[in-house]
């Protein structure tokens, strides 16, 4: 679609702006990042908790799989490039990712150009994280990934199991 969502007000306006055509529309602003909001589509009618980033990625960043999991039931997020162990909105999309379902296939990682991309790079450390056997078979094939570059993924990979110095993204 191209839309260039940067906010968390923009990316609830879209979304309450589309909540007739998607089915998805917000309950009620939680406290900090949190959301909840009201899904109803085929068979799907609940409420959902919620938290709002700009790129699913961030998931990881914040550390949101440390401290984030059993709290949060959905990201809702501006452009989903990553993989994550529960649904992910793309308000950009309009589209539900079901948990582990990426918006590129994990054989594009294969691709040194996609790899070394901001998605693409994304893309794979969350894999890994997630235990997709795609990512971990390409993690420890020596034809695309040299030695050095894997010590240094597997490095990120541990620091993401690792709570970071500095205040935590309010989902409480």
């Not at 452009?79 to 309009?94: A, F, K, M, N």
């Not at 991309?117 to 969350?126: D, E, P």
């Not at 990120?156 to 205040?167: D, T």
Request: charged content about 25%; hydrophobic content about 40%.
């Amino acid at each position: 679609m191209g839309m260039l969502l940067r906010t968390r007000h923009q990316i609830l306006s879209v979304l309450e702006s589309r909540a007739y055509t998607t089915g998805v529309r917000q309950m009620n602003d939680g406290p900090g990042h949190r959301i909840r909001v009201h899904f109803k589509r085929g068979a799907i009618d609940r409420e959902f908790e919620c938290v709002v980033l700009v790129r699913s990625s961030l998931w990881y960043e914040h550390r949101l799989n440390l401290y984030g999991m059993g709290l949060i039931e959905m990201v809702v997020c501006a452009r989903h490039d990553s993989c994550l162990p529960i649904p992910v909105w793309s308000v950009e999309e309009g589209k539900v990712y079901n948990p582990g379902e990426t918006a590129y296939l994990l054989s594009a990682l294969e691709n040194k150009t996609f790899r070394g991309s901001r998605t693409g790079h994304a893309l794979f450390i969350a894999a890994i994280l997630t235990q997709k056997q795609e990512a971990l078979t390409l993690l420890e094939d020596e034809r695309y990934i040299p030695r050095s570059t894997r010590y240094r993924l597997k490095a990120k990979v541990r620091a993401y199991a690792n709570l970071k110095r500095g205040k935590r993204l309010r989902i409480e």
